[in-house]
């Protein structure tokens, strides 16, 4: 039998206050109504097991770089067109990833693609009626894309846009 239990929450169960990223809690699991639920505590806070607890013991809360909110598609899209005039190549890449990112989760759809003195270009509609936007193919390989993907979704995560990072100039280009 399989059980679904929540990872560690934000707050403590007993005061409400936010668990600090990085310090000890405790954590029980109780029995409520036929349902398990799990229950965090600041250390503080902590005054033994709960009634009703099958199981209890001491944890770390998460850094809060382990805490990435999930980021929806609307969001995604907005970075896409906040981006669109920014004319750095590192931060092209980062758009074109995007677009990627959004053409998988189908918030756009690519409506064409044209060529250039041998560059590749996508032509790409939101399906709420934004674009058409012209995205340059990159021609980056899966790990190229992965890595990318992967520094986009943080820096979008922490609230930080890629084009406002002062960072971004000193990274290195890509080879074409």
Not at 7 to 13: F, K, M, P, V
Request: aromatic share 6%.
């Amino acid at each position: 039998m399989e059980y679904a239990i929540r990872t560690i929450g934000r707050t403590c169960s007993a005061t409400g206050v936010e668990l600090t990223p990085g310090s000890l809690c405790r954590s029980a699991l109780v029995e409520r109504d036929g349902r398990f639920e799990r229950l965090d505590y600041a250390l503080s806070a902590w005054n033994g097991p709960p009634e009703q607890t099958i199981g209890h013991w001491r944890c770390r809360v998460p850094a809060a770089a382990m805490q990435l909110r999930r980021l929806d598609t609307d969001t995604l899209m907005a970075e896409f067109e906040r981006l669109e005039d920014v004319g750095h190549d590192q931060v092209q890449r980062l758009r074109y990833v995007l677009a990627l990112l959004l053409l998988q989760k189908k918030r756009l759809e690519l409506e064409d693609s044209r060529s250039e003195d041998d560059v590749d270009y996508l032509i790409l509609v939101g399906t709420k009626g934004e674009g058409p936007f012209e995205v340059r193919d990159e021609k980056l390989d899966a790990e190229e894309i992965a890595t990318i993907q992967r520094e986009l979704i943080a820096q979008l995560a922490e609230g930080t846009s890629p084009a406002n990072m002062s960072a971004l100039a000193a990274m290195p280009e890509m080879d074409e």
